[in-house]
């Protein structure tokens, strides 16, 4: 990956900050890092996922990306 | 005395078929008798709040399921699917319900100890209510609580040392049929493969970055016992290159009626004196084979692996020796556009340990699908939308007439520049020399 992992997570927050929803595709972070390959971009997302930062959502047959707590579905399913 | 009353439900116990209301009523007893003193983890009345929300849906005619949700085990993307239910107050056991998906053994063998100790976990943890299996091939555990998940997981991976599967849009399970461990007509190790993709893909498995599922499964033989070629995306299927193996003895065999057609398959039956005419020959699809009362022929550049022949005479009949795959890619059911097969990409590949040809084919696939498909789009619909010439180009695959499925209709050819000999650039002086301006 050309630039570094912890500047590729602050922009992966900032796009997620930046937008009014609450979950993406996993393509929606390839055009965060026009540049770089899906593999790598997968690499920041798994960081993140890891360190507690952004959570899976599924619906059982598509998988997207959050901020953990964000928008809505935390809170019915009593998560938070 | 049932918790709700069912009507509906139990209208469906009249049929003749076994019914899963049955089952449904019968682990409910068996959780409130608890014969075997088991402090269950989530409620005892989950199996009877699931027959009654499945009443009111009936009634209502609409469901009370929410599907979906960010529960899971911390890092997975996959393998639980969250599930609740809008009508808590009125079915308390119920209100999580969430899917459980287990990895599943290659060729799916288990010893009657693991599923036991499957079902101990089970019976704790959650509904004892499982789905053997689901679509994708995974032993499904349907309803348990988000508290459970993490001890669940736990539990599978530490004692039972196995996996939660793949679901949304992760790799999904691989799934394969028991291959040579039984079957004679295996033209590859089917589970050596399916096992060996499994661990190489684990990171596609449990953490999802691609647009939509994607499954892999594989068939020992064209006979499919997994139907790869109508269920997986990337479908390997044993085939062979040279000729199909003749016992002359064994054929007259049957014709004498000294071995049952089909290994006795069809023998509840009396279908009359065998007819290697009618029931081998003629059903040929190619018309490959022919009989002239003594001796079987086969014209083997034309046959294309049907099976039937290796199937009614497996005792003289046998696949040749010269094995390997081809592999199919696309295959889908119908969500976004109608279902389709999966397309032959590979004709042949040899399938030996280490399984670095089928690697490159799939990690080139992923890299264009990855980049190209678009949100819930599967591999086949990226493939229909950019052509399939597109995917031999991704792939470096060249182009072969077992590619075509029927005679060009358009009479237009796009060349590229770099087909055409000399490209697009020309010397003009040396153009010149032949053609007057």
Known sequence: ???????????????????????????????????????????????????????????????????????KQAHSEGED | MAKHKTPLLDQLESGPWPS???????????????????????????????????????????????????????????????????????????????????????????STEYLRKLMDLWDFRGSGLTNMHGATGDLVWLGTTTPQLEEIFWTLTHDLNTDLGGSGSNLRTPASCLGQSRCEYACYDTQSLN????????????????????????????????????RSDFSVIGTWKDDIKIDHDAVMGYVKGEFAPNAGAHSGRDWGKFDIEKEVV????????????????????????????????????HIGDERGASIFVGAKAPILDGAQMGSLLVPFVPVEDPYDEVKEVVENLWDWWMEEGKNRERIGETIRRMSFQKMLEVTGIKADPRHVQEPRTNPYIFWKEEDVTGGWERDINEF???HQR
């Open chain 1, 1 to 71: 990956m050309a630039i570094d992992m912890s500047t590729a997570k602050q922009q992966v927050v900032d796009f997620c900050n930046s937008k009014s929803k609450t979950k993406f595709y996993f393509n929606d972070f390839l055009k965060v890092f026009p540049d770089e390959k899906a593999r790598d971009v997968k690499k920041v997302l798994t960081a993140l996922v890891q360190e507690e930062v952004l959570e899976f959502w599924s619906s059982g047959s598509t998988t997207m990306y959050g901020l953990k707590g964000a928008g």
């Open chain 2, 20 to 110: 899963f209301v049955s089952d449904i009523k019968q682990e409910a007893e068996h959780r409130h008798a608890n014969p075997d003193g088991i402090e269950y983890q989530i409620p005892v009345d989950v199996c009877d709040d699931l027959l009654g929300l499945l009443e009111m849906s009936y009634e209502d005619g609409e469901t009370h399921w929410k599907h979906g949700g960010i529960v899971g085990v911390f890092g997975y993307g996959g393998g639980v699917i969250g599930r609740y239910c809008d009508q808590p107050q009125k079915f308390p056991g119920v209100a999580h319900f969430h899917t459980v998906r287990v990895a599943q053994p290659a060729g799916k063998y288990y």
């Open chain 2, 195 to 230: 096992y060996a993709m499994t661990l190489e893909y684990q990171d596609e498995l449990h953490r999802p970055a691609f647009p939509y599922k994607f499954k892999f499964k594989f068939d020992g033989c064209p006979n499919g016992c997994v139907a790869s070629i109508a």
């Open chain 2, 282 to 317: 003629a059903l040929c699809p190619t018309g490959c084979m022919s009989w002239d009362g003594s001796k079987l022929s086969i014209d083997n550049k034309e046959c294309y692996r049907c099976m039937h022949c290796i199937n009614t005479m497996p005792r003289a009949l």
């Open chain 2, 432 to 434: 010149r020399k032949r």
